[in-house]
């Protein structure tokens, strides 16, 4: 597996990576951080690159964990979702229109500012899937260190402040998530069918040279397939935790001492961009309250810009219409997967052309 070299002294670096791996997500686990294990493992890649002991992981385990992550979205994607945006298509297509829009403009203002480069604020901006978006971006040429940092940092945002609306309509939300069981009792021919759409959907992902293909492939062709009985899928933690690591893994490996000074210098700006979006979906959630009947607190987790996971947490503890909140997350999602690498170019290029100077 084309894993890199390791300079002098490197024995011990696998080792430590794995052990600070579980050790950061033991840790993001406890305080009950959406993305613990994917972001434990980025943080020890992250500290090891920075102290000079990087560890890449590239080719075939990379693809190959792309395409468990895909596969994973489509385990997520019941016909129920499509049911439901059928029935509500217009509002679901505002709604998704609106928060693209949006981000869009987000990114747009962050690169003619100049506070993340090129296409990379929109990545980061884009409100999907965090681990989705990261695999993405990097597929087009962006960076996958800044757009990692700004989409987990607005994930957390989100989070936070969800948790606080939440206890504002329907009081204290106690949100734990069930204990892990590694090692669940499993259907051979699910499993055998699950592990047949990964390793065929990397390879054909690769094949077709669609961006990011090792992940669309096994996400859409492995939500056709189970929703139409063909395969049913099933991911044991064994085989989801390690795909988290190596992804986390490859992003974190990324980071030095200039990116982190970068990232650090943002944060002020990021934070108040990522506030400022949570403040228009909001705007447009208390919309869909006054024109549509829709309940407060599930309008608002529909239109939150990211954690969908730990949206749905807080969403079932409320009491939240979560056919609505998923659906509306779902729609969200997928048309930034289909549409993603178009408006980053265009944004990125209009904010280029605003920022050039006038030819004389």
């Not at 506030?275 to 979906?281: E, N, P, R, S, T």
Request: charged share 10%.
């Amino acid at each position: 597996m084309p894993l890199n070299s390791l300079r002098t002294g490197s024995a011990w670096r696998w080792p430590l990576l794995l052990a600070l791996s579980a050790l950061m997500a033991w840790l993001l686990e406890l305080l009950h951080l959406p993305a613990a294990l994917l972001l434990g493992p980025l943080i020890a890649a992250a500290a090891m690159a920075v102290f000079g002991a990087t560890v890449l992981v590239s080719g075939l385990p990379f693809q190959l964990a792309q395409a468990v992550i895909g596969t994973m979205i489509a385990q997520s994607l019941p016909a129920s979702i499509f049911r439901e945006l059928l029935h509500d298509w217009p509002l679901f297509a505002a709604g998704v229109f609106f928060v693209i829009l949006a981000s869009s403009f987000l990114g747009w203002v962050l690169t003619r500012w100049q506070v993340l480069p090129g296409s990379t604020a929109v990545w980061g901006a884009a409100p999907g899937g965090a681990s989705a978006m990261i695999l993405m971006a990097g597929s087009v040429g962006a960076d996958i260190r800044l757009v990692a940092f700004m989409q987990y940092l607005r994930v957390v945002t989100v989070v936070l402040v969800a948790t606080l609306v939440a206890r504002f309509w329907v009081g204290p939300v106690i949100a734990a998530a069930p204990a892990m069981v590694w090692f669940p009792p499993v259907h051979p021919p699910a499993l055998g069918g699950t592990l047949l759409l990964i390793v065929i959907g990397a390879k054909l992902g690769q094949v077709l040279r669609i961006p990011a293909g090792s992940l669309l492939v096994p996400l859409f062709g492995g939500a056709i397939l189970n929703n139409t009985g063909v395969i049913t899928i099933e991911l044991p933690p064994w085989l989801l935790v390690p795909a988290y690591a190596l992804v986390g893994w490859q992003v974190g490996s990324r980071f030095d001492r200039p990116i982190l000074l970068h990232a650090a210098r943002a944060l002020p700006r990021l934070m108040v961009a990522n506030l400022a979006l949570i403040g228009v979906c909001a705007a447009f959630a208390a919309f869909l309250v006054q024109f549509a009947g829709i309940d407060p607190l599930t309008a608002y987790l529909a239109t939150s810009p990211g954690g969908v996971d730990s949206i749905a947490i807080i969403g079932m503890a409320g009491k939240a219409d979560m056919a609505f909140v998923m659906a509306m997350q779902t729609s969200r999602f997928l048309v930034v997967m289909l549409i993603g690498p178009w408006i980053a170019r265009l944004v990125a290029a209009s904010a280029d052309r605003r920022r050039a100077p006038p030819k004389t």
